[in-house]
């Protein structure tokens, strides 16, 4: 396969409501998409960056740039085998995994689409149904957030995860489960706190949840381990793992006992794979964690939620739950036992509707090798 041009695309997406965690509120999604055309046919990938560099040190402006200056020159024009034959070639980029993982899943889809086979199968997944949990905001009254609740367990989600933070914590945990004492909860912190602050999180052990997600600082594993000891609640780490030697260390140390596995965090679905790989082996169960990606990114998490070590219910929800109107047709839909048939025709099994993607476009870069058009 040779990818003879590359298209980056800036849209813009509203959200049905705002989503806020511990460092930030957001209403509306910026998001850079990259399509490969190589022989005719053109496979699409997302980059997870955010607007701002909140969440990692990349934002959608320096994946941009590192795609269009030094990423995507990289690949132009080259032969290449399988998806896997571009991590060689990304590695003099330090870092910079959201952007190099746009790129290479579109490789993957365009591999997958090459051969006539579904993506998942291509990953090396095996389930064919994958259940499914929600990720719920910081909300502006505990109130809002159990109704918000309440209509997510209507809808069949099987696990519940709220953002929480100094301040919006224990009570508001307290009354979830006042109210829902059995149903499947969780906490993602995203590193509101420190470790000097332990003795407030063990008070979390008294709800029964099933994770406190990466609760310390967010390129931490050592602390984390300390944490861990202390607590009877299992501990997922989610920023901390950027490679399958983060996941190693954190297993060697004890320093959780979920991994939370986000494709873009990770670099791309090579060393996604070699993460699960290590933590299925170390006896450490995975989830797939969302970036509030359009359907594009999602029908990708989709295929990856299949291999056999994602055994708890992900955050890879339905369409409707964040956008009025999806860029893939059929959108993603949910059960109402909580579940998503994973589709089996070539590629993700989504359609990318170009159309729409060409009326929500606010900036277009094209790379040929040699030379740029805007």
Not at 77 to 96: K, M, N, T
Not at 213 to 227: G, R, T, V
Request: proline letters at 4%; aromatic letters at 8%.
């Amino acid at each position: 396969m040779k990818v003879d041009a590359i298209t980056l695309r800036e849209i813009q997406m509203p959200l049905v409501q705002f989503f806020e965690t511990s460092f930030s509120r957001t209403y509306s999604r910026r998001i850079l998409l990259v399509s490969l055309h190589w022989d005719g046919a053109t496979a699409w990938g997302e980059c997870v960056a955010g607007e701002d560099p909140y969440y990692s040190e990349e934002s959608l402006e320096t994946a941009w740039y590192v795609i269009s200056k030094y990423l995507a020159p990289s690949l132009l024009d080259r032969e290449v085998g399988s998806a896997r034959d571009c991590v060689p070639l990304f590695a003099r980029v330090r870092e910079h995994r959201m952007a190099k993982a746009a790129l290479e899943n579109a490789l993957w889809v365009a591999e997958a689409e090459q051969e006539n086979l579904p993506l998942w199968k291509l990953l090396g997944g095996t389930q064919r149904e994958i259940p499914c949990g929600v990720s719920i905001g910081i909300q502006d009254s505990i109130e809002q957030l159990l109704e918000k609740i309440e209509g997510e367990l209507a809808a069949g989600y099987q696990r519940i995860k709220v953002k929480i933070k100094p301040g919006w914590d224990l009570k508001v945990i307290e009354r979830i489960r006042v109210r829902w004492p059995k149903i499947l909860l969780s906490c993602d912190a995203n590193s509101a706190y420190r470790l000097e602050e332990s003795e407030h999180l063990k008070k979390l052990d008294a709800f029964n949840l099933l994770m406190i997600e990466q609760p310390l600082w967010s390129n931490d594993i050592y602390f984390h381990a300390k944490l861990q000891k202390q607590l009877k609640t299992a501990l997922c780490l989610d920023e901390s793992i950027r490679t399958a030697r983060d996941a190693e260390m954190a297993a060697e140390l004890g320093a959780c006992r979920i991994i939370n596995v986000k494709v873009g965090r990770i670099g791309g679905f090579s060393e996604a794979i070699a993460v699960h790989d290590v933590c299925q082996r170390a006896g450490i169960p995975v989830w797939c964690g969302g970036m509030l990606e359009s359907g594009v990114g999602r029908a990708q998490n989709i295929a990856l939620s299949t291999l056999a070590n994602f055994k708890l219910p992900g955050d890879v929800s339905a369409s409707k739950r964040y956008w009025k109107e999806d860029i893939i047709e059929p959108e993603v839909t949910v059960s109402a036992k909580g579940t998503i048939q994973v589709p089996n025709g070539p590629g993700t099994g989504y359609k990318v509707r170009e159309d729409l993607i060409e009326k929500l476009t606010v900036r277009k870069e094209v790379l040929r090798k040699q030379r740029a058009t805007a």
